[in-house]
């Protein structure tokens, strides 16, 4: 028998060749998320996607598809037909949102929560609605062992990395494992000048299980403002700055908002938050959010010289209640 056999059979033994029957649980993992998901509809526009989570029809998707203004919010099962749902719970910290469909004697096909998150490498699966193409399910890779902040327009939320190249239209929609599972929730994509990169954002495993156990809205503190790091600034901001001087940069500074009625500037930079001292933006974010709704938050800051160096109190807002 000569080589190039041997290594066939070694394959074919091995499943590397064998393809049919990952074809087929694919398949069947196509089928069991068509009949658990849905779009979802805001004022008859299709704003986005989402999936059962409850034989009740509660339904999980993305808290920012709620940001603009409307009047009547529907789902719509590719199996089951259209269902008025109203809100029930948000975590925009997370972008993360829990509804209910008004249908009391009606049992719905869902999905299950993994029982851990999905390591690095592993691969997913997302179910959604790409610009008005329905019924689209797209394969990923875990992308990063941690949670990272990501600026989404006028919040941050903390997400998984997932390395896909989706667009719009997939937001609110499941990520799934191998089992149909839910890992997260699909919430953004990493690009430049609108153009996707190839790494999509997603609500985490652990704050989808505790939003849906409290199913109440989560309490996300805001400053109203976004962070930079150092090593992201502009060489002619650099060269101004005091080597010594470490922290992070304020930026996007919301007029009237609690860091602008702090005296908070753009380019200012922030050395501590509640006396500890921070050079990260994930560090600085996560410090701001362990802080009590009730209490101001500690800054300390410098000018973009490096001088005139104080500590301000700022009381923070909560986004879920705007």
Same mark, same amino acid.
Request: a positive charge; aromatic letters at 6%.
């Given at each position: 028998?000569?080589?190039?056999?041997?290594?066939?059979?070694?394959?074919?033994? =091995?499943?590397?060749?064998?393809?049919?029957?990952?074809?087929?649980s694919?398949?069947?993992?196509?089928?069991?998320?068509?009949?658990? &998901?849905?779009e979802?509809i805001?004022d008859? !526009?299709?704003?986005?996607?989402? &999936?059962?989570? =409850?034989?009740?029809?509660?339904?999980?998707?993305?808290?920012?598809?709620?940001?603009?203004? !409307?009047? !009547?919010?529907?789902?719509?099962?590719?199996?089951?037909?259209?269902?008025?749902?109203?809100?029930?719970?948000?975590?925009?910290?997370?972008?993360?949102?829990?509804?209910?469909?008004?249908?009391?004697?009606?049992?719905?096909?869902?999905?299950? @929560?993994?029982?851990?998150?999905?390591?690095?490498?592993?691969?997913?699966?997302?179910?959604?609605?790409?610009i008005?193409?329905?019924?689209?399910?797209?394969?990923?890779?875990?992308?990063?062992?941690?949670?990272?902040?990501?600026?989404?327009?006028?919040?941050?939320?903390?997400?998984?990395h997932?390395?896909?190249?989706?667009?719009?239209g997939? =937001?609110?929609?499941?990520?799934?494992?191998?089992n149909?599972?839910?890992?997260?929730?699909? =919430?953004?994509?990493?690009?430049?000048?609108?153009?996707?990169?190839?790494?999509?954002?997603?609500?985490? @495993?652990?704050?989808?299980?505790?939003?849906?156990?409290e199913?109440?809205n989560?309490?996300?503190l805001?400053?109203?403002?976004?962070? *930079?790091?150092?090593?992201?600034?502009?060489?002619?901001?650099?060269?101004?700055?005091?080597?010594?001087?470490?922290?992070?940069?304020?930026?996007?500074?919301?007029?009237?908002?609690?860091?602008?009625?702090?005296?908070?500037?753009?380019?200012?930079?922030?050395t501590?938050?509640?006396?500890?001292?921070?050079?990260?933006?994930?560090?600085?974010?996560?410090?701001?959010?362990?802080?009590?709704?009730?209490?101001k938050?500690?800054?300390?800051v410098?000018?973009?010289?490096?001088?005139?160096?104080?500590?301000?109190?700022?009381?923070?807002?909560?986004? *879920?209640?705007?």
């Open positions: 028998m000569n080589l190039v056999k041997i290594v066939a059979l070694i394959f074919l033994s =091995s499943g590397i060749l064998n393809t049919g029957l990952a074809d087929e694919t398949a069947k993992l196509y089928g069991k998320l068509k009949e658990s &998901c849905v979802i805001l008859r !526009h299709t704003d986005g996607s989402g &999936c059962f989570v =409850s034989k009740a029809g509660h339904v999980l998707t993305a808290a920012h598809i709620f940001q603009r203004e !409307h009047k !009547h919010l529907e789902v719509v099962s590719p199996k089951l037909g259209r269902f008025t749902a109203q809100l029930i719970a948000l975590d925009i910290g997370h972008d993360i949102a829990i509804l209910k469909v008004k249908a009391p004697n009606q049992e719905f096909p869902f999905l299950t @929560l993994a029982a851990k998150a999905s390591l690095p490498g592993t691969d997913v699966y997302l179910y959604g609605t790409p008005f193409r329905r019924n689209v399910m797209a394969k990923g890779m875990i992308a990063s062992d941690q949670t990272n902040f990501e600026f989404l327009g006028k919040f941050y939320a903390e997400e998984i997932i390395s896909v190249v989706t667009t719009k997939t =937001s609110g929609g499941p990520w799934v494992n191998q149909g599972e839910i890992i997260g929730v699909q =919430s953004g994509i990493m690009a430049l000048d609108k153009s996707p990169q190839g790494v999509a954002f997603a609500g985490p @495993l652990f704050a989808i299980k505790r939003l849906l156990s199913k109440k989560a309490q996300t805001s400053l109203k403002m976004a962070i *930079e790091e150092i090593g992201e600034q502009p060489l002619d901001y650099l060269k101004k700055l005091p080597a010594e001087v470490d922290g992070v940069v304020a930026k996007l500074v919301k007029k009237d908002g609690p860091a602008d009625k702090a005296g908070i500037k753009d380019g200012m930079v922030i501590q938050i509640n006396g500890k001292m921070v050079t990260r933006r994930n560090d600085f974010l996560k410090l701001l959010r362990q802080t009590k709704s009730s209490n938050v500690s800054l300390t410098v000018d973009s010289n490096g001088k005139n160096q104080r500590t301000v109190g700022i009381l923070p807002v909560i986004l *879920e209640s705007e």
